[in-house]
């Protein structure tokens, strides 16, 4: 098969590998992008930054609650400029679509684009979002919205930087009181933070963890070739339960932890002991201004050819 330097472009972009390493995967799996990511990790040519965990794209996000805490909604709007998302006008029109998410039935995007617009029932929320880019003068677009409701608890909500980031946190619990909503606020702050991909170790697919023991167990057996089954397996488990305490919200340090050993598990369970109460993070949601979309274009032949002439 031939490799193009398309495929390679695209697989550089997924895995932060150099260019020759992309090549030579390509070619070593037969063009299969999957199977050359893998070979990548598993011998080390991966970089960790990956393509869709870079944030370039402007705008900003919105999170709402109601007023008695147990329904929320959170949007993201997207602008051209940074400049547009520091407008009134545009701020305004983000909250409207918050406001427009905490009320909707909508169960995808295209639904809740095609419902009618709270504010002028004549038209949908497409044709006011027509509307506002014709005021505003730069495309926009609803990119994503989630809603959130706990009768048994209440939403947690957190902005961060302005509306770069918002969280929502799913509180169960018996008691409601000012500790257990401080406790609230700092996990939602922690998911800002520290960018949690999971709420619990039970949310984690077990087939996404058995291919990660795969790739793993491949990569130490490459870094060490004589070490037996044992020493090979504890490698492994040791790197599966280090991933599993960073991107599990509730397996993380806590930030504020005084000790720097306490995990937000530990420490909402501690508040809840504290307040007579039983507290379940039901989970989250996160939100960050342009994730996953890429804004910045590389000139990928000028590169090419910048590291042949080394």
């Known amino acids: 098969m031939t490799i193009t330097a398309a495929m390679v472009k695209e697989l550089r972009e997924m895995s932060g590998a150099g260019m020759m390493d992309c090549k030579k995967a390509l070619t070593a799996t037969e063009g299969d992008m999957e199977k050359a990511m893998d070979y990548l990790r598993e011998n080390g040519m991966a970089k960790a930054q990956k393509k869709a965990d870079r ?32 407008n009134e006008l545009f701020q305004n029109y983000v909250h409207q679509v918050a406001q427009q998410a905490i009320e909707s039935d909508a169960a995808d995007l295209d639904a ?50 302005g509306g770069k980031i918002v969280v929502l946190v799913d509180v169960e619990t018996d008691v409601v009181n000012d500790e257990i909503k401080e406790m609230a606020k700092n996990v939602a702050m922690q998911a800002a933070a520290m960018r949690p991909k999971y709420n ?8 996404y963890i058995e291919k990660e023991k795969e790739i793993l167990l491949a990569a130490a057996k490459n870094e060490k070739p004589d070490a037996n089954e ?28 005084e000790d720097g050993k306490q995990k937000v598990g ?11 109460a039983k507290v379940n993070i039901k989970g989250f949601v996160r939100y960050e201004t342009g994730e996953g979309i890429e804004k910045k274009q590389e000139n990928f032949a000028e590169e090419v050819a910048a590291q042949i002439k080394g």
């Open 266 to 276: 530990q420490y909402v369970a501690e508040t809840a002991k504290a307040n007579g």
């Open 230 to 257: 044992k020493i090979l397996n504890g490698i492994v488990m040791g790197r599966i339960n280090k991933e599993l305490s960073e991107i599990c919200l509730l397996d993380q340090v806590y930030v504020k932890a």
């Open 55 to 86: 944030i370039a794209a402007e705008g900003l996000c919105e999170g709402i609650v109601a007023e008695d805490g147990k329904t929320a909604a959170v949007v993201e709007v997207n602008s051209e400029t940074d400049f547009v998302a520091k």
């Open 200 to 207: 619990s170790r039970s949310d984690v697919d077990q087939d």
């Open 112 to 161: 809740f684009m095609a419902e009618p617009w709270k504010f002028d029932t004549a038209k949908t929320v497409s044709d006011a979002l027509v509307g506002e880019i014709a005021v505003i003068s730069e495309n926009l677009k609803i990119r994503r919205f989630e809603k959130v409701c706990e009768e048994n608890g209440f939403i947690q909500s957190y902005t961060h930087a």
